[in-house]
């Protein structure tokens, strides 16, 4: 499988020069300086009303940048290709906001392990800072019947949510009336997604493959594999398919429709559909809608949540009344929302008769000295392991998400080495896991570079009174404790958390008496590894590996052999 042809200038800057392509032919927003955000031009105009940011990761456009301008979104924070944004740019696009005079701040936030996390790590920052911010979590997917401990992913349905939340605050209301009457329409929507094709993410190898007579039901706008596949069907039959798949009353994640509901429908490019296959999908949705009784107050055609080149389709249908269907009617200059007739959609539109025939016929501190070159020495074997490791990652996650896990891993090693090459790295441990911490969310990107931020966070606070084989057994505790609490992880949930657990339990021998750092950390890394390659075996409860099948995840999880291989390489570095 060969990687495919993209028309970008580099695959690192990809992003950047997307944002920079949107904003030069839209006076209407402007750039965050030094960070990857986009705002409103007109900030001032925000005074006294309630501010409204999302994104996430770069390869859904026009989301999430194209749905910022009044009545809308006030800004967005967008990260690398198929990766949440950093923790740094949301909490500096939330002072942004703050500053400019909003009165309180709501998050829009799809439902992915990285978005909560990031999200919610600066939502917390900005709080501690006296800030009136809140969070919406969007889950509208409809692909699967058993419950996910995860819970359902964000689709489409988020730019509904984008427009009611942005009327609302347009009209002057508050933060806590916003909040509750977004959520309660939130409750009343469903997605679900149909492909004829994967996507891929720029420089990487498509995500999965399908033959010329397959399509795939209930896949996720990251490339991730769907709950069914089957043979191509004619348009009709799809949409009959998803329709009664979203409805079906065995479905845990279905959306009640009875006949007489009033629904506002978005016809959704995956990215890479025809225009014409997708008026096709139209008409056959408003069809079958009108054969269930159902009213489509609202009909939206259009590429408004892609995932890249990907051949495919999803309906989004949000139940709604009188007053929901005025927001969504309400005025907006957000260049991504189509000029949507305010009238229903219907089949039994009365045609024009035939003319007659006429007569003729879309900064910390640095030191020096023995603690220093040992911290140096430790950095340096990490990063290179992550290095040499780069394809074999990528590919172990190419199974389970997007492929990038190499990618990510490399991009921090890359970082790290810059670091330490620029300046000492820190010889109090304390000090330098905060550094890392800090280096990775700004650098490392995706759910892994916040995972770390928050393990190293939390490990740095019992090392600030001294730095003992017992201080740091309690700090390894307090990063395995604050994963936990922020991703939503356990043991067994087949994650990175799975060898650092494992090597944490080794590491409580350093409390002991007697304990010698070296044989302790060699146990620890054994215990790991082992646990690293248990992961193969688990199905996955955590991030974005928990959407597949147990039987198609053959290998270990990418992130727990990362783990293993950074705690062999310290383990090396200290040994030589």
Known sequence: MEVPKKLVN?????????????????????????????????????????????????????AHAGYIGKGMLTGVVA??????????????????????????????????????????????????????????????????????????????????????????????????????????????????????????????????????????????????????????????EVVETMLAHMTDPSNASRLPLSPGASVVLVVNNLGGLSCLELGIVAGAAVRRLESRGIRIARALVGSFMTALEMAGVSLTLMLVDEELVGLIDADTTAVAWPNLPAAPATSQRQEVPAPKEGPGTMQHETSTGPGTARAQLVLERVCSTLLAMQDRLNELDRAAGDGDCGHTHARAAQAIQEWVRA????????????????LLLEKMGGSSGVLYGLFLTAAAGPLRSGGDLAAWADAMDAGVEAMQRYGGAAPGDRTMLDPLCAAVQALHALRGPNAQLLPVLAAAVQSAEAAAEATRHMEAGAGRASYISSAQLLQPDPGAVAVAAVLRAVLEALQS
């Open 10 to 62: 580099s695959v690192t800057g990809c992003a950047d020069d997307a944002l920079a392509g949107l904003v030069a032919c839209n006076p209407g927003v402007r750039v965050l300086q030094g960070h990857r955000v986009v705002l409103r031009a007109d900030l001032g105009a925000m005074r006294g009303r309630v501010a409204l940011l999302s994104g996430g990761g770069s390869g859904h456009e026009p």
């Open 79 to 236: 990260g690398a290709v198929f990766t949440s944004p950093a923790v740094g740019s949301v909490l500096a696009a939330i002072r942004a906001v703050t500053q400019a005079g909003a009165a309180g701040t709501l998050l829009i936030v799809k439902n992915y392990t990285g978005d909560r996390l990031n999200f919610g790590l600066a939502l917390e920052r900005a709080r501690a800072e006296g800030t009136d911010v809140r969070m919406v979590v969007v889950g509208d997917d409809c692909a699967f019947a058993a419950p996910k401990k995860a819970g359902r992913r964000g689709l489409c349905g988020t730019i509904l949510v984008h427009k009611v939340a942005g009327a609302l605050a347009e009209a002057g209301a508050s933060l806590d009336e916003i909040v509750e009457k977004v959520s309660a329409a939130t409750k009343g929507m469903g997605t679900l997604g149909l492909s004829l094709s994967p996507c891929s993410v720029p420089g990487s190898k498509p995500t999965f493959q399908l033959a010329a007579d397959e399509m795939e039901l209930g896949l996720g706008i990251h490339g991730e594999a769907g709950v069914c596949r089957m043979k191509v069907l004619l348009a009709d």
């Open 423 to 438: 300046r000492p790295p820190p010889a109090a441990p304390a000090r330098l896991l905060s550094a890392l911490a800090d």
